[in-house]
């Protein structure tokens, strides 16, 4: 388990951008109980590609995207161990992945971003995918 001194800058990028960090499966558990409407979760993680593309990407896209999810959680692998864990069986069937980005509707998962999809793609891909993701699964239409 990463120390937390070392995990809190990279934690307050998103936190200090809207987003609420669960730290204990039972927030999880909780949020995603009572998640109305579309929410937009990032497993954060300590590694290069989380932050030079994953927490820049994501948070490029909710500045610059006229369409935005509800609600914004994020969970820290190698830090919140059991919220991590826990956060993965909603995302099931896909593996276990960090960073990952996700977009449920509701408590329904409707977008996945594994990590293999991030690594070796810069901020400015990675939020203009994200852009195009909220149209389709966070706008009026969606």
Do not use: W
Request: hydrophobic residues 40%; aromatic residues 8%; charged residues 20%.
């Amino acid at each position: 388990m990463y120390p937390p001194h070392l995990v809190a800058p990279m934690r307050a990028q998103l936190t200090d951008n809207g987003f609420t960090s669960l730290e204990t499966a039972e927030a999880v558990d909780q949020f995603m109980a009572n998640a109305k409407g579309t929410t937009l979760v990032v497993v954060n993680s300590v590694c290069g590609c989380a932050a030079g593309a994953a927490r820049p990407g994501v948070l490029g896209a909710l500045h610059y995207s006229d369409v935005k999810p509800d609600n914004l959680v994020t969970v820290f692998a190698g830090a919140d161990i059991e919220a991590t864990n826990k956060m993965r069986e909603y995302c099931l069937p896909y593996p276990p992945s960090s960073p990952a980005i996700a977009i449920f509707k509701d408590d329904e998962l409707v977008h996945f971003i594994e990590r293999h999809h991030i690594e070796g793609r810069n901020a400015q891909m990675i939020g203009e995918h994200l852009i195009t993701a909220f149209e389709e699964f966070c706008g009026e239409k969606a």
